[in-house]
């Protein structure tokens, strides 16, 4: 027996928490060399990169089991403002070397490479009494991804009695998942300026809108229509400028607005909203890819393969969702 291993719970070829805790705090936010010089520079502690890949990645994974078993929020929330968006991170596959012929892809794993871009789904939620959000992720299917939205909802205080305003960029998929998951507790609101730059495109195939000036203002009425729900005169306007049948549909601006906003006509409750204090727009959770996923999944050079991305993207909802602390003291219990 050796007192000192038992008493700092460290053994040979592992790393005590204190330690796992300063690599995995360095890895979430930079590269792999990187995190190894500043451990270095703040800590004059050594540790090789592999070792720090192997530590933040058993982190991780546990991160994400952590953030599947958060409790449902203390406080019941009245209304929750809720956002889902897609962000693409690079994904890098590798085929076995059992399922390719050439000797040299056999034996050079680089020629068995493919580089792809994938789908990040990212549904941010709070409290109208609250700023801070709470934010959750899937890397899955158009039905995980409904169920990630309703737990991140439930670990935010949602009850049977939380009106759930949603707002997002008019993807069929997306309001037919608050439909599924929330039923009569949920609303659906398209994002006022996906609409917005339509109708920007629209503006010179209708009178007035050929100028900068005209444009100008015609997108002003446009939008104080929208405001005031009065989307049945946009709509209307705009199915009497609609370009001929022959003309191509990526020539024709204004059919592609006219189809877009008479297809979402139930998402146009924009007076609703602002009545309500409710926002009209999906920035919040648009603009939590760079901090949450692009500042780190992003950085130049890095490809990622699907689960290692996944597991990354859970440890860092979890430090933006601010349970960074509680993660550490239940894993030293």
Known sequence: MRAFKRLANIGCHSCSLPLQRRIVDFYSERSGRASVAALAEHYSIEVPLYIVTAVTGQVAKEACEFNLERPAGAVPAAVQVTEVDGSMVPIVEFKDAADVSDPAEKADKRKRRTCQWNEIRVCSTHDTKLADARYGICFEGVLETGLMMAMTCAQSGMDPTTHIHGVGDGATWIAAQYEVQFGTQGSYLLDFYHGCEYLSEAAAGCPGGGTPAGKKSWME????????????????ELEGNIEAPEVADKEAPVRRCWRYLSNRKGQLDYKGAIDAELPIGSGEVESSHRHLLQQRLKIPG???????????????VMRTNNEWETFWQEKAA
């Open 221 to 236: 009425k446009q939008k104080k229509r929208l405001k005031e729900n009065r989307y049945g005169e946009v709509i209307g």
């Open 302 to 316: 890095a490809w990622w393969k699907k689960e290692t991305a996944a597991d990354m993207a859970q440890l860092r």
